[in-house]
């Protein structure tokens, strides 16, 4: 049976599984720090990364047989990523509220971009940076502002005691610590 005339389905390519999803009426707060990477990072599919395969598929193309073409089915799903990719960048970069951390610089009270120390009841302290949901990083120790954590710090200040609910139940927190970035010079 020809190929020709069947149609894909990548269920693995679902665009709305791997999105983070954006509170109902909320904003894409974004620091302009994570702004501009996103940006870059569409800049870069759009003007280096997607030349390069549609040229390596144009090339696969012209040599003949399709269907085990490994360079052709390879760039085509390749090429399919970086669309899916550049279409989530163009949505969540139009829809991005940025805010500059940097004004709130030497406030003790808790706002988007700042990065907060607190300890619970066991005494144990952690440092958070609260960022936009498309650019924060667990492993660097930054959560989203829709988090669970961020939520419950937002808008609390140095000494303030806060009933943070985890799984495990209500456990209490205080505040230790808040910083955030000093203003870009100007030059």
Do not use: C
């Not at 937002?154 to 139940?169: M, Q, S, W």
């Amino acid at each position: 049976m020809s190929k020709a005339f069947t149609r894909e389905t990548d269920t693995d390519d679902d665009e709305d599984g791997q999105l983070p999803a954006l509170p109902a009426g909320g904003k894409n707060y974004m620091t302009p720090g994570g702004y501009a990477r996103l940006r870059a990072e569409l800049m870069t599919l759009i003007d280096v990364e997607r030349p390069k395969v549609v040229e390596v598929v144009h090339w696969a193309a012209s040599n003949g047989d399709r269907s085990e073409n490994g360079d052709y089915l390879y760039g085509k799903k390749r090429l399919r990523e970086i669309d899916r990719r550049i279409r989530f960048l163009t949505k969540r970069l139009e829809i991005a509220e940025v805010t500059d951390p940097s004004v709130h610089h030497g406030s003790d009270q808790v706002f988007f971009g700042a990065t907060v120390s607190y300890a619970d009841e066991a005494g144990t302290e952690r440092t958070i940076t609260i960022l936009g949901i498309d650019e924060a990083d667990s492993l660097q120790g930054q959560v989203s502002w829709i988090a669970p954590v961020a939520r419950t710090l937002l808008k609390a200040r140095v000494g303030d005691v806060l009933k943070l609910v985890t799984p495990a139940g209500v456990e209490e927190i205080e505040v230790l610590a808040v910083r955030y970035p000093a203003p870009a010079s100007a030059a």
